[in-house]
């Protein structure tokens, strides 16, 4: 079975703190694996994709450990409007295919 | 631009009724999906549409039937919904369904009520 686990939060975060979030997946045929950021009542829009070691982009990090299976996502200096719900996603391996997402992480950043 | 489009944005149905979702994208991109998605849980696949072939279709009702006029438009017909599948309907896209690296892009949603 197909699983990405994560850590639902709520996870409250001083503004200006860093915050790391973590998740595991289960399927190790995955090849790429993705950070969405959903706002409430929005869709799930494109944060950063990882399919190497990690990313960066801006206060941004995502790493990757395929050993372990898991995925991480750091936030550096948060900002208010950081707050959300951040969905870890991985590709069902190959192919077109869905994607298999976690529960999500919800961060509310505070003043 | 990596921009989807969704119609209507919200809504409402009763049992007996016969709508249709809309999705559109001008991409090129050549995979289509769509995806339920109940509050406080992430999206659900439905179905996938590859090079406008249906290959992924997760043992959903026949209440709900996809189809794939051409590579930018993607619907789905609703029919004899049960109030339970009121939820947000998500499409996205992505370009190239066989690179492992291959990205999805999600519409704003239709939320749907079935009454």
């Known amino acids: 079975r197909k699983e990405v686990e994560q850590d639902p939060g709520p996870f409250n975060v001083p503004e200006g703190a860093t915050v790391a979030f973590n998740c595991t997946y289960s399927n190790s045929a995955s090849q790429s694996f993705f950070w969405y950021r959903q706002d409430c009542r929005k869709e799930p829009k494109l944060l950063m994709s990882v399919y190497s070691s990690g990313n960066e982009d801006g206060r941004f990090t995502a790493q990757l450990n395929r050993a372990s299976q898991y995925i991480s996502l750091l936030i550096r200096d948060s900002k208010l409007s950081d707050s959300a719900t951040y969905l870890c996603v991985a590709d069902s391996g190959g192919g077109a295919d869905g994607l298999t997402f976690g529960k999500g992480t919800h961060l509310i950043i505070q003043p | 631009d990596t921009e989807v489009t969704q119609t209507p944005k919200h809504l409402v149905m009763g049992m007996t009724n016969k709508k249709s979702l809309k999705c559109e994208q001008h991409?090129?991109?050549?995979?289509m999906y769509w995806y339920k998605q109940k509050a406080k849980k992430p999206p659900e696949l439905m179905f996938v549409?590859?090079?406008?072939?249906?290959?992924i279709n997760e043992s959903v009702p026949s209440r709900f039937s996809p189809e794939c006029p051409n590579s930018s438009l993607l619907n789905l017909h609703l029919h004899a919904l049960q109030p339970e599948d009121s939820a947000l309907y998500l499409c996205?896209?992505?370009?190239?369904?066989?690179?492992?690296?291959?990205?999805?892009?999600f519409g704003p949603g239709t939320r749907l009520t079935v009454l």
């Open positions: 549409y590859s090079y406008e072939k249906l290959s």
């Open positions: 996205a896209s992505s370009l190239d369904p066989g690179d492992p690296t291959d990205t999805q892009y």
């Open positions: 991409m090129g991109h050549r995979a």
